[in-house]
């Protein structure tokens, strides 16, 4: 099984992050593994994205031409990437930020409210993370439990009480997905 | 040691500090920069130096002084910078000495952009800076392997008092994957006896330098310079075989397009066609035999190199295919990455218009 995903939104946003995260639970769970930023001139607003990789088989091409699942958090990467997602793939739409609807109708569509529901938390940074709840329920890529080791070796000392709303926003976000 | 996720360059820069490397003298340009920000953190904690020149001519003069006093030595750059450091790199290897130095290839010509490609073959395998000179020039494909070679690069460097290129672009530097920093198999490396250590009263004063004024004694030195590349050829050429046995179709591609070519023979084979490819490691010494030897074989139509750029190491496929088989081309350039389906793609019209 090989899940490669593209991820895309606003610089600071988190969608770094939210792919690096992914990546090393994955890691953790004993997938290969590849994440791949998008580089260059890069700010706080301007577009930003990774593509990552989680697979049995070893990585090849780390880029993502063609996504088993695409998370966008707004509404330019939605034009920009709605079309890579392969037919039957997923597509996660953060529809706190993004009006429109999906134009594709041979694929996964869920939109997430993402936030919202970050806002609802008390925490308007963790919209990524209730985004990245929602994918894991849609794909398995990796085990909520193994994110949460992730999160909480990234978030030690006086930053762990960020802890548990970060739980709380993956499991605000897999709820989303029926 | 468990694999960890490390970014390709930051882990080329820890692979170096692994290797012994104390001294790093760069300048900044994008996407290499994580190499030289890291370099800052870690070399203070290990005793060594961290120095940003004020520009890359500057930078690679102080590699020739730190290695000239024997020290491992580091710089690294991407295309424009490398172009900057051609002298002095051109230099280092007339004075026969080891250091290592770091592209990050971006595309090109002029400033170009800042994307990945791999337009500085040439520049990097056939000169570059001016003279009959070499760079053994490596390769790697992953962030693995990356770390093994620029551990493994360092002693290359000292053995045959060489400069030693690692070439990757912006992808191998900007992407993450699992790492094991494994111990390099040990070499035995001669004495730097020439190094300008001090002579401390006990020894007569070494004296590095590239001047030759006579030309019998300029001539003689190009010839011991080229007694050792040809040891260098005979002993350190790399290369990855993939699935060439029986292939129809051969792929040349290194670093990060190989990945890319790696998933088009995937595609093919499903399809009923056997592709393989010859994936240089080092890009001098060129695996010139690899070649020879997929281009004697029965099964092979025409071999199709890929590359991020025009066509360049294709120059050194035709050269040991020697006419045997048609040498077809594939590339993106400009820091354009070809797709796996575009190579396949061609690759169908390749055998199409072989049969």
């Known amino acids: 099984m090989t899940h490669e995903i593209i991820m895309a939104g606003f610089g600071g946003q988190g969608v770094m992050a939210m792919g690096k995260i992914l990546a090393e639970a994955a890691l953790k769970e004993g997938k290969n593994v590849s994440w791949l930023p ?21 990585v090849g091409a780390p880029v993502v031409s063609e996504a088993t699942a695409a998370l966008i958090l707004n509404r330019p990467s939605l034009d920009k990437f709605e079309g890579d997602v392969i037919p039957g793939g997923v597509l996660i739409i953060n ?78 976000g897999a709820a989303c997905i029926k | 040691m468990a694999k960890e996720l490390w970014k390709g360059n930051e882990a080329i820069a820890e692979a170096a500090i692994k290797a012994g490397c104390r001294y790093f003298f760069g300048y900044p340009i994008t996407p290499q ?31 020739y002084g730190g290695a000239g006093s024997g020290a491992r030595v580091m710089t690294s750059s991407s295309s424009p910078g490398i172009s900057l450091k051609a ?22 010509p002029g400033l170009g952009g800042i994307q990945p490609a791999q337009s500085d073959y040439y520049q990097a395998t056939k000169g570059g800076g001016h003279g ?3 760079l053994i020039v490596i390769a790697p494909s992953s962030v693995q392997e990356a770390v093994d070679l620029t551990q493994e690069a360092f002693d290359m460097a000292d053995q045959y008092r060489i400069p030693v290129m690692i070439m990757g ?15 390099v ?23 590095i330098n590239s001047l030759f004024i006579d030309p019998q004694e300029c001539e003689n030195h190009n010839i011991k310079l080229f007694k050792k590349y040809d040891e260098i050829t005979a002993n350190e050429t790399r290369v990855e075989n993939y699935n060439v046995e029986g292939a129809e179709i051969v792929f040349v591609a290194y670093g990060t397009t190989a990945r890319i070519v790696k998933n088009a023979i995937n595609t093919l084979a499903k399809e009923g066609i056997k592709a393989g490819m010859i994936r240089p490691i080092t890009l001098w010494p060129f695996p010139t035999a690899a070649v020879e030897a997929a281009a004697d074989q029965a099964s092979v139509k025409a071999f199709l190199t890929v590359e991020m750029s025009m066509g ?14 048609p040498v077809h081309f594939y590339g993106r350039t400009g820091g354009m990455i070809p797709t796996p389906a575009a190579i396949v793609e061609h690759a169908k019209k390749v055998l199409g218009g072989a049969k």
């Open chain 1, 38 to 58: 998008s580089y260059g001139p890069e700010m706080r607003g301007g577009t930003a994205n990774c593509n990552v990789i989680v697979s049995d088989e070893p």
């Open chain 2, 33 to 63: 920069n994580e190499i030289p920000e890291y370099m800052s953190l870690r070399l203070p904690q290990e005793g060594g130096v961290f120095l940003q020149a004020e520009s890359e001519v500057a930078a690679i003069n102080m590699v």
């Open chain 2, 169 to 183: 672009d912006g992808m191998i530097g900007q992407m993450m994957e699992p790492v094991e920093f494994k111990p």
């Open chain 2, 132 to 134: 009959d000179y070499r």
């Open chain 2, 312 to 325: 360049q190491m294709i120059d050194d496929v035709k050269i040991a295919a020697n006419g045997k088989k």
């Open chain 2, 87 to 108: 002298e002095g790199i051109s230099y280092i290897a007339g004075a026969e000495l080891p250091c290592v130095i770091v592209n990050i290839v971006r595309g090109g």
């Open chain 2, 185 to 207: 198999a040990k070499r035995v490396l001669p004495e730097k006896t020439w190094a300008t250590t001090g002579t401390g009263g006990k020894r007569k004063p070494n004296v």
């Open chain 1, 95 to 172: 529809s706190s930020l993004i009006d429109q609807k999906a134009s594709r109708d041979d694929i996964k569509v869920y939109y997430v409210p993402a936030n919202d529901i970050a806002n609802e938390l008390g925490n308007g940074r963790i919209a990524n993370m209730v985004m990245l709840g929602a994918y894991l329920e849609a794909s398995g890529a990796a085990k909520q439990d193994t994110i949460m080791e992730i999160i909480t070796e990234i978030f030690s000392g006086k930053k762990a009480s960020v802890i548990p709303v970060n739980k709380e926003a993956l499991v605000r």
